[in-house]
């Protein structure tokens, strides 16, 4: 099926396939300047911690090469950099521009010089040479692919043979209780945080849907299994809000 015939979740609505990207990309311009504010405001800064534990998890080596998909303002990246050292390399990489520049400019910044790349790339298409890379990280970027199954594909033909993908991604909860009052946040704290911090709300109420349309932890771990990932496996983190899945690439 063409993708002017075919539909997608945009959040909550069905749009035509063929303008997923041009809205995810419109959304993440909009919400740019304001965008590690917000992460800090509607996670209480535990998006800090997921990162952390995404990244003790990489067995990167300095030396080594890592692509961070849709990596936006540059944290995973910034870890990253810092296992591979001075010897080694990382991407960045993200399909909206306004998020890339200023992921450069925080790792520039930082102190990140000469070993690190941001590239505007497509998740679905990469432009990198087969098996060049040794780590492929991708942090809250997959429920935005308008193709998961063509993301995780590209991913896995960059990574080296036995290198690594790990997808760190809000998830279903799993804990006791814990959905109704996720639900309540999510859908009236997040979009007023939009509002008032961001001047947007409407994006963040697509950011607080797109988590409830994305595949639960066993139908991501389906689907990394079928995109060819062996030793596949996930850890939830704060009762399932979010998970990090991982799988290798034999």
């Known amino acids: 099926m063409a993708d002017s015939d075919r539909t997608v979740d945009f959040g909550f609505e069905r749009i035509a396939a063929a303008d997923k990207a041009a809205r995810v990309r419109s959304v993440f311009t909009s919400v740019a300047a304001k965008y590690d504010v917000m992460n800090d405001l509607m996670s209480l800064g535990a998006h800090r911690l997921w990162k952390h534990f995404t990244l003790s998890l990489t067995g990167l080596r300095p030396g080594q090469c890592a692509l961070d998909v849709a990596g936006g303002t540059g944290d995973l990246a910034a870890g990253l950099l810092r296992q591979v050292g001075k010897s080694g390399r990382v991407v960045l990489?993200?399909?909206?521009?306004?998020?890339?520049?200023?992921?450069?400019?925080?790792?520039?910044?930082?102190?990140?010089?000469?070993?690190?790349?941001?590239?505007?790339?497509?998740?679905?298409?990469?432009?990198?040479?087969?098996?060049?890379?040794?780590?492929?990280?991708?942090?809250?970027?997959?429920?935005?692919?308008?193709?998961?199954?063509?993301a995780l594909a590209s991913m896995r033909r960059v990574l080296k043979p036995g290198g690594q993908l790990l997808v760190l991604e809000f998830s279903t909860p799993v804990a006791p209780g814990l959905k109704s009052i996720y639900d309540a946040y999510s859908f009236n704290v997040l979009p007023l945080?939009?509002?008032?911090v961001a001047q947007d709300a409407q994006s963040y109420r697509y950011?607080?849907?797109s988590i409830r349309m994305h595949p639960n932890q066993e139908t991501l771990l389906e689907m990394l299994r079928t995109a060819g990932f062996a030793q596949t496996r996930y850890h939830?983190?704060?009762?399932?809000?979010?998970?990090v899945h991982r799988g290798y690439k034999i």
Do not use: Q, W, Y
Not at 116 to 130: Q, S
């Open 93 to 150: 990489s993200d399909v909206n521009p306004n998020m890339l520049e200023i992921g450069r400019d925080r790792l520039l910044d930082a102190g990140f010089v000469g070993n690190v790349e941001c590239i505007v790339a497509d998740a679905e298409a990469l432009p990198f040479e087969d098996n060049a890379f040794d780590c492929v990280t991708i942090g809250f970027g997959l429920r935005n692919v308008t193709d998961k199954a063509a």
């Open 193 to 196: 945080l939009g509002r008032l």
């Open 207 to 209: 950011l607080a849907e």
């Open 236 to 243: 939830n983190l704060s009762g399932g809000i979010v998970a």
